[in-house]
């Protein structure tokens, strides 16, 4: 699939004496980018704000283009071009877009950009849950679901959904459940699910007494509009800044907690806390 393309990319274009950046949108697809490749990696925001100025000789792959909106995609073309790099876009028009507005990438291919397409499946060895695949690619829904049906078990009730999953999911041996997925629509039922499996590892001796509990920040994704409006923040709220504000004594890099916000005056008070800094 997409993963060997890149990797077999990456093995001519080091043999021709270029060397490889990866970006993608987000900070863990650039992770899962650099990863898969073996390359060095990330964000498209630090590419285009932080100062990563790669070598006139890299190859730049922008993957998940879908999500990048116009004005990213128009600034990052843009340095691409100063720095005389030379740039592959990667994704699928298709899958998820944008926050902010337009849909370049779409725009691009339908203005005559050279496209390579990728059709056949690899990942799916299953010759019919491969069929459902295929329908779903061509939006064909009812076709995918009558060719999945075999393997589909429908749980109306929630509570008895959620511990089906967890149940299934500790019924597979560890080698199986490291090639295993859980997909829960819901940030408190992921919770609730990740709870019941941790509590079965447990009970099993999987799972050690001395085992560590972590935090874990999500980036959202917010519009311009939405990083600058207060209304948006919510009392404890970590934001993590990427610039210097001398004037407030903050410093790129620090981690800061909302305290409140006021929304007629679209202000917001928050104190420092670096104890989340890694």
């Not at 998940?64 to 790099?85: G, H, N, R, W, Y």
């Not at 592959?88 to 779409?106: T, Y």
């Not at 299953?126 to 995918?144: C, D, F, G, T, W």
């Not at 408190?188 to 990740?194: A, F, I, L, P």
């Amino acid at each position: 699939g997409k993963t060997t393309l890149m990797r077999t990319l990456k093995e001519f274009f080091q043999e021709s004496g270029y060397s490889l950046l990866g970006l993608s949108p987000l900070g863990n697809s650039s992770r899962k980018l650099g990863e898969s490749i073996q390359t060095e990696s990330t964000t498209l925001y630090q590419f285009l704000h932080l100062k990563h100025d790669p070598a006139a000789n890299t190859v730049v792959i922008l993957d998940e283009c879908s999500q990048v909106s116009t004005p990213d995609m128009l600034a990052f073309i843009e340095k691409a071009t100063e720095l005389q790099c030379r740039v592959i876009l990667s994704g699928d028009f298709n899958q998820q877009s944008s926050i902010e507005w337009g849909r370049a990438f779409k725009q691009l291919q339908e203005a005559n950009l050279y496209t390579a397409t990728l059709k056949e499946i690899v990942r799916q060895k299953n010759p019919q849950l491969k069929k459902a695949v295929e329908a779903v690619i061509e939006k064909n829904i009812v076709q995918a679901m009558e060719e999945a049906t075999p393997y589909l078990h429908v749980e109306p009730d929630k509570d008895q959904r959620l511990n089906a999953i967890a149940e299934h999911y500790t019924r597979l041996t560890p080698e199986e459940r490291a090639q295993t997925l859980l997909l829960i629509p819901g940030l408190e039922d992921g919770k609730r699910v990740n709870q019941m499996v941790r509590e079965y590892l447990h009970d099993n001796d999987e799972l050690k007494e001395n085992a560590l509990t972590a935090q874990v920040l999500v980036q959202q994704k917010w519009t311009q509009i939405q990083t600058l409006t207060a209304v948006s923040y919510t009392r404890g709220l970590i934001i993590r800044t990427n610039i210097d504000l001398p004037q407030f004594f903050i410093e790129r890099g620090d981690y800061l907690k909302v305290l409140a916000t006021d929304e007629e005056k679209n202000t917001m008070t928050v104190q420092k806390d670096n104890t989340l800094n890694p």
